[in-house]
């Protein structure tokens, strides 16, 4: 019998790793504070501070706290006028939400294909794909690693294009030394549970343009203007305020960031030298004018030649019996969603999407704030499951679920 742990064999890992959202006294005494402020809503004095603070810390003039990143998008969409019919230029690789939000404003996704090595938005591409109608990108700095926002923005400038960072994975990210969701028009961040920096839910918009600000601000707060009266509603907007709880256990949140930042690297650097020698699962690649990855995600290719006959996700199964906990990812690039059937939409080809959803999988960035310890279990689990390949791959599917 295998000693696989999938078959019955005993795990590499009989602890758990490292567990997500961190908290402490931080963020007990900011919720506290909150409650007995009296001001919980959106108007609480916690929001413009946590606005004040992010910005600077990404290094742009203004923030826009909202209720999740999925409506910061939306509204950075409508704050630069995109209008129905008008096309998004978006990346296949990403949560639904980078494309959803397109379709919300009217207007027409159009998907183009990534960098197998950043798995970001190919900005070679990119030019290939600008029509008349063309009016926005939005690249995605996807599991941290900052796109390639040279390239990017100068095929925008040079079209005219609005450039929206999704920036949802890359808090604290940098690309040439100056951090991401500052470098287009604007900058949408996710505090979801899952996030680097969370409150269970929230959203954020940077932006260095102050009419941009406005207008942003303006959509996510019914229409009113900064300094307006209280009925008084300039443009069409709706209800996306983030709350003063949100905005309390964010602050807490942005003072650990820095250090886990650096953590995550060092852990992610220990953990790719280390997996290159296996010789089975390839790190992820990381440009050199990166200077500072998010590690939201750590990426990993799958090596099918060396690991013949064996798919992405029974890789990650059997890793996971071993007490590896990873994720498959997508199952197709995202135009493959039944939502785009009923919705126009316009897709390039996409050759290298389509790959990375059969090759690549990935961990979650808690994993990378364990100790060197634990990232050797992982070495282990992975070694184990390369030297019991052949029989992985002999085995009925039926037996392996």
Partial sequence: MTSLALFGGRAVRQKPFATWPIFDDSEKRAV????????????????????????????ARFGIAASNGTVTLEAALAATGIQPGDEVIVPPITFIATATAVLRAGAVPVFVDIDPLSFNLDPKRLADAITLKSRAVIPVHFAGHPADLDAIIKTASNHGLAVIEDAAHAHGASWRGRRVGSLGHFGSFSFQQSKNMTAGEGGMLLTSDEALAEQARSVCNQGRRTGG???????????????????????????????????????????????????????????????????????????????????????????????????????????????????????????????????????????????????DDFIRAVEKVRDSAAELASMPAKATR
């Fill in 229 to 375: 009266a209280w009925y008084e509603h300039v443009r069409l907007g709706t209800n996306y305020r983030m709350t003063g709880w949100q905005a309390a256990i964010l602050i807490a949140q942005l003072e650990r960031l820095p250090r886990q930042l650096e953590r995550r690297a060092r852990n992610a650097a220990i953990l790719t030298e280390k997996l290159k020698a296996t010789g089975v699962l390839a790190p992820p690649a990381v440009d050199s004018r990166v200077t500072a990855h998010g590690f939201h995600l750590y990426v990993l290719r799958l090596n099918t030649e060396a690991l013949p006959g064996i798919s992405r996700d029974l890789i990650v199964e059997a890793l996971a019996a071993e007490g590896i906990p990873g994720v498959s990812g997508y199952p197709y690039p995202l135009y493959a969603n039944k939502v785009f059937a009923s919705h126009p939409y316009l897709c390039r080809q996409c050759p290298e999407a389509e790959r990375f959803c059969r090759e690549c999988f990935w961990v979650s960035h808690e994993i990378l704030l364990s100790s060197e310890a634990d990232l």
């Fill in 32 to 59: 506290l504070e909150v409650l007995e402020s009296g001001a919980w809503g959106g108007y609480s004095l916690k929001v413009p501070e946590l606005e004040q603070r992010f910005a600077a810390f990404h290094e």
